[in-house]
T-cell receptor, first 116, second 115 residues
Framework: AQSVTQLGSHVSVSEGALVLLRCNYS??????LFWYVQYPNQGLQLLLK??????LVKGINGFEAEFKKSETSFHLTKPSAHMSDAAEYFC??????????????FGQGTRLTINP | ETGVTQTPRHLVMGMTNKKSLKCEQH?????MYWYKQSAKKPLELMFV???????ENNSVPSRFSPECPNSSHLFLHLHTLQPEDSALYLC??????????????FGSGTRLTVV
């Protein structure tokens, strides 16, 4: 069964500093990996995804993530944090589900705080 | 506008009430999902519908009853809830062709408070 572990439930960085949110996955099959962002009182919005091909994927708002099979990781980074990046971030992996409707398995989330 | 609309945005109900949550998508997707998001807990998948048929029920108590009358609409009927059922309920949809290449599109959620 697939699973996701996000290291650190809270991360705090200064405005302009590097953002690094960690995600490790477990999967018995080649994974498809996703990062979602959730702003207060909102649903989840897709930031980026890895399916196949290039292991460094770029998403919206300047975020990117690199799939490292040897480390079973899919860490999310952004070179320079902005105040508007404050939100909760979720890593997710596909689950070997039922034909026709596959399930995403989510990590527990990481709350990102940006200090002025 | 995400393409998935949930109503109401907020709901306060007593433990003896009956209410329904509504989800609507106009993205042409063929799978829909209900998730429960509680404080300090991971997102919990409750129900999965594919082509309007329920394909998964993750041991959800019977006081939650889903309904999917067509591919664009999904309901969650609630009755005799408990205070611990207070949470953000998220609806999502996707276009499935075997694996979720495109991920899910989420609604903004319904914040449910059971008193």
């Amino acid at each position: 069964a697939q699973s996701v572990t996000q290291l650190g439930s809270h991360v705090s960085v200064s405005e302009g500093a590097l953002v690094l949110l960690r995600c490790n996955y477990s999967s018995s099959v080649p994974p498809y990996l996703f990062w979602y962002v959730q702003y207060p009182n909102q649903g989840l919005q897709l930031l980026l995804k890895y399916t196949t091909g290039a292991t460094l994927v770029k998403g919206i708002n300047g975020f990117e993530a690199e799939f490292k099979k040897s480390e079973t990781s899919f860490h999310l980074t952004k070179p320079s944090a902005h105040m508007s990046d404050a939100a909760e971030y979720f890593c997710a992996v596909t689950h070997a589900g039922i034909q026709g409707a596959q399930k995403l398995v989510f990590g527990q989330g990481t709350r990102l705080t940006i200090n002025p | 506008e995400t393409g998935v609309t949930q109503t109401p945005r907020h709901l306060v109900m007593g433990m003896t009430n009956k209410k329904s949550l509504k989800c609507e998508q106009h993205l042409g997707h063929n799978a829909m999902y209900w998730y429960k998001q509680s404080a300090k807990k991971p997102l919990e998948l409750m129900f999965v519908y594919s082509l309007e048929e329920r394909v998964e029920n993750n041991s959800v108590p019977s006081r939650f009853s889903p309904e999917c009358p067509n591919s664009s609409h999904l309901f969650l009927h609630l009755h005799t809830l408990q205070p611990e059922d207070s949470a953000l309920y998220l609806c999502a949809s996707s276009q499935e062709t075997g694996r979720p290449l495109y991920g899910y599109t989420f609604g903004s959620g319904t914040r449910l408070t059971v008193v």
